[in-house]
């Protein structure tokens, strides 16, 4: 199993709604990324966790509220987003971090914010 | 601040011949680095990979070359195939930093 999995595919949300992206892997990887990728821009590095711990915020607005459940799980929460927050978002996971660790990632979740 | 360049926004080459993308990059921390194709509306895949301590890595079709002096690497695929019709990133990462850095895209378009 080399699958990453997201939920949804696609979501639109208002600006007052409350929403959670997921992602999960069983591939024993033990670091799990967010990245937010705009149309015709290279996927952006939002969040790393490593080891089920918050190792990077790439200075994310507190609007996206990231979470690591456990090992297999990632979720991204979502709260009073704007309409330039639309974007494809990435997960990703990889067995370690840095060095030699080719990163796996979903399909993504297509987020529009109305 | 873009510390890994892709200089050619788009590529046409014709099925059969040999495609070349290039990249980039600053940073000198960096000493690993991947290939992703992206179709649009789909995760990156990932192609194929290189360290530093390796300055050519090949897969089937795929090539990766890498000149750590210039601070380049380039991917070759030949024979290019409509399939390989995608845009194309490269990425760095490195020792000491979590994060996996993605170049600016390169879109491929093979012909008949």
């Known amino acids: 199993d080399t699958e990453v999995t997201q939920t949804p595919k696609h979501l639109v949300m208002g600006m007052t709604n409350k929403k959670s992206l997921k992602c999960e892997q069983h591939?024993?990887?033990?670091?799990m990324y967010w990245y937010k990728q705009k149309a015709k821009k290279p996927p952006e590095l939002m969040f790393v966790?490593?080891?089920?711990?918050?190792?990077i915020n790439e200075s994310v607005p507190s609007r996206f509220s990231p979470e690591c459940p456990n090992s297999s799980l990632l979720n991204l929460h979502l709260h009073a987003l704007q309409p330039e927050d639309s974007a494809l978002y990435l997960c990703?996971?990889?067995?370690?971090?840095?060095?030699?660790?080719?990163?796996?990632f979903g399909q993504g979740t297509r987020l529009t914010v109305v | 601040d873009q510390q890994v360049k892709q200089n050619s926004p788009s590529l046409s080459v014709q099925e059969g011949r040999i495609s070349i993308l290039n990249c980039d990059y600053t940073?000198?921390?960096?000493?690993?680095f991947l290939w992703y194709k992206k179709y649009p509306a789909e995760g990156p895949t990932f192609l194929i990979s290189?360290?530093?301590?390796?300055d050519k890595n090949e897969d089937g079709r795929f090539t990766v070359f890498l000149n750590k002096s210039a601070k380049h690497l380039s991917l070759h695929i030949v024979p290019s195939q409509p399939g390989d019709s995608a845009v194309y990133f490269c990425?760095?990462?490195?020792?000491?930093?979590?994060?996996?850095?993605f170049g600016t895209g390169t879109r491929l378009q093979v012909f008949p």
């Open positions: 990703a996971s990889s067995l370690e971090t840095g060095f030699g660790s080719e990163a796996f």
């Open positions: 591939m024993g990887h033990r670091a």
């Open positions: 966790y490593s080891y089920e711990k918050l190792s």
């Open positions: 940073n000198s921390m960096f000493d690993y």
């Open positions: 290189i360290s530093s301590i390796k």
């Open positions: 990425a760095a990462s490195g020792i000491n930093t979590d994060k996996l850095i």
